[in-house]
């Protein structure tokens, strides 16, 4: 090759190169790959502007199924209206981390449940785990934290077997299962009067094995004669 051609071989390598980086910044993350190349840019882009939100939520369906129902972090007024790109930009590179979620100083409080007392303890993936999400467009995201919803028996098994309501709150608290803080005999059918309130509440409310666990009868108890 003369020297010539070789000049003209290195200024179309440059201009190619110029091209393309004005097209593309870089590489996108490993995630979005299959969005890599010029006919793509739309998919993501409006013509003559940045990242559509709108775009980003037509792939990302589970995220936008729980902004519409105003539900979870991407709803609380500290996030809401946040362009997608701006904690989620992307083209720098197949290995980049396009979800930096820090677990540690994570406000969980955004997402509509404080964690409070005993939650404060357990590790993420003890509560966010597949087996207690229902939403099948987010069960099997291995690496998602959406979709848990906040009700008690989520979690933590229904030790009462259906006997009494699912309102878990209204007699225990976030610190420990037992005693059952928020609990009043008082509001019950039988309020304990004299030495009724010394007596260890087994004595009445019997335990025994149900449906081969542990259980303890605390409804449904008869008390219409002293005999019971």
């Given at each position: 090759?003369?020297?010539?051609?070789?000049?003209?071989?290195?200024?179309?390598?440059?201009?190619?190169?110029?091209?393309?980086?004005?097209?593309s910044?870089?590489k996108?993350?490993?995630?979005?790959?299959?969005?890599?190349?010029?006919?793509?840019?739309?998919?993501?882009?409006e013509?003559?502007?940045?990242?559509?939100?709108?775009?980003?939520?037509?792939?990302?369906?589970?995220?936008?199924?729980?902004?519409?129902?105003?539900?979870?972090?991407?709803?609380?007024?500290?996030?809401?209206?946040?362009?997608?790109?701006?904690?989620?930009?992307d083209?720098?590179?197949?290995?980049?981390?396009?979800?930096?979620?820090?677990?540690?100083?994570?406000?969980?409080?955004?997402?509509?449940?404080?964690?409070?007392?005993a939650?404060?303890k357990?590790?993420?993936?003890d509560?966010?785990?597949?087996?207690?999400?229902?939403?099948?467009?987010?069960?099997?995201?291995?690496?998602?934290?959406?979709?848990?919803?906040?009700?008690?028996?989520?979690?933590?098994?229904?030790?009462?077997?259906?006997?009494?309501?699912?309102?878990?709150?209204?007699?225990?608290?976030?610190?420990?299962?037992?005693p059952?803080?928020?609990?009043?005999?008082?509001?019950?059918?039988?309020?304990?009067?004299?030495?009724?309130?010394?007596?260890?509440?087994?004595?009445?409310?019997?335990?025994?094995?149900?449906?081969?666990?542990?259980?303890?009868?605390?409804?449904?108890?008869?008390?219409?004669?002293?005999?019971?």
């Open positions: 090759m003369n020297k010539r051609n070789f000049v003209i071989l290195l200024c179309l390598i440059f201009c190619f190169s110029q091209a393309t980086s004005q097209i910044p870089g996108l993350f490993a995630g979005h790959a299959d969005l890599e190349g010029i006919s793509n840019c739309f998919k993501c882009h013509i003559g502007s940045k990242v559509s939100d709108a775009k980003c939520l037509d792939c990302h369906k589970a995220i936008k199924k729980r902004i519409d129902a105003d539900k979870g972090y991407h709803s609380s007024k500290e996030v809401k209206g946040t362009s997608c790109a701006k904690c989620h930009n083209h720098h590179g197949r290995n980049f981390k396009i979800i930096n979620f820090d677990a540690d100083n994570f406000e969980h409080g955004l997402t509509g449940y404080k964690l409070e007392g939650h404060k357990p590790d993420c993936r509560c966010h785990a597949a087996d207690k999400i229902k939403d099948p467009d987010i069960k099997n995201k291995s690496k998602s934290f959406l979709g848990l919803e906040t009700k008690c028996l989520t979690c933590h098994e229904d030790y009462h077997q259906k006997t009494l309501d699912n309102d878990c709150m209204k007699c225990h608290g976030m610190d420990k299962f037992s059952a803080s928020g609990f009043d005999h008082e509001k019950t059918e039988y309020p304990l009067r004299g030495s009724h309130k010394t007596v260890d509440c087994v004595k009445c409310h019997k335990k025994e094995i149900k449906n081969g666990i542990e259980f303890q009868k605390f409804s449904g108890i008869t008390h219409v004669s002293c005999n019971n």
